[in-house]
């Protein structure tokens, strides 16, 4: 197989530029012309069209996109499968939201090992565009994230919440409180969506940020006040570094565990959701 050939083919039926493509993938224009060229000759069918309003894929194009899809996350787990072959029985690449891996990565993965001593483990923080990309392609086997894309090859199942408080250095009341000085949270659309409900007269802060540790530090550093993950807000006021807006609702984030439709009953997938859906439910 000529991975080559279908990852450009991707990338391309997602920029529709061959330039742009050519600067993504790091090769020439040419490159990315005959890799195509390449591809359809395989097929002896044209799989995108070029004329002055861009590049557009053909219906032959849009036929063959989920099987190229396929074909991606194959040659991935295939890949990896074979490279991380040794004294290990299997591999295992994962991803967590950056709030999550903040609190819970160390006891998920060191649980995760004493259940499964014959695995491998990766794991990467990142946020859940990228880990749904890195899904689709086959770069991750599993991910624990806020926002599922419900992408057609890919399963998601709600394993639990995340709670949000409003804490402050300047005032005890969300009456109290000043939009040049709040801290806007966006952890995610949802999460960005109840706020905005709940306090719209803060939902146009001149800083914002969606991961927690770098909030905490602006608010340690800035002052002003910010919702902060319910284990970082507690630990600022009890460190009397803050104090919580007693009149603020706390705010729910819903988490998810996300997988390939092909591997979502895997007993090895299933133990490491369990194992980390039960710490978020102790939380």
């Known amino acids: 197989m000529q991975i080559d050939l279908i990852e450009t083919f991707l990338d391309l039926m997602e920029t529709r530029s061959f330039n742009r493509t050519a600067e993504r993938l790091n090769v020439t224009q ?9 591809l359809e000759a395989q097929f002896n069918r044209k ?6 309003g861009g590049t557009a ?20 787990e295939a890949t990896r499968a074979v490279e991380n072959a040794g004294a290990y029985e299997r591999s295992v690449r994962l991803g967590i939201q950056h709030d999550l891996a903040e609190i819970f990565a160390g006891r998920w993965l060191s649980a995760v090992r004493a ?43 709600r394993i639990g919440e995340m709670t949000y408080n409003l804490v402050s250095t300047v005032a005890c009341t969300v009456g109290a409180l000043r939009p040049e000085t709040y801290i806007q949270a966006i952890y995610s ?9 709940a306090l719209p007269h803060l939902s146009a802060a001149p800083l914002a940020s969606g ?37 603020a609702p706390p705010i729910q984030q819903t988490v998810y565990a996300a ?24 939380a």
């Open 47 to 52: 799989l995108f069209t070029r004329n002055k």
């Open 30 to 38: 040419s490159t990315v012309s005959h890799r195509v060229k390449a």
């Open 57 to 76: 894929p053909t219906a032959s194009g849009l036929r063959f996109l989920d099987h190229a899809k396929a074909l991606q996350y194959q040659w991935n």
């Open 115 to 157: 259940e499964l001593p014959g695995t491998s483990i990766y794991v990467e923080a990142d946020y859940s565009n990228q880990m749904n990309r890195d899904l689709a392609a086959g770069d991750l086997d599993l991910a624990v994230l806020y926002t599922p894309h419900y992408l057609p090859d890919l399963y998601y199942e």
């Open 259 to 282: 997988t390939s439709l092909r591997t979502r009953h895997a007993p090895q997938h299933r133990r490491i959701i369990g194992i980390l859906q039960d710490l978020i439910a102790s």
């Open 211 to 247: 991961q927690n540790i770098a909030i905490r530090e602006l608010l340690m550093t800035l002052g002003g006040a910010a919702y902060l993950m319910k284990s970082s807000a507690a630990r600022l006021i009890k460190e009397g570094a803050a104090f919580p807006v007693e009149d």
């Open 189 to 197: 659309p949802a999460f960005d969506r109840a706020h905005r409900l």
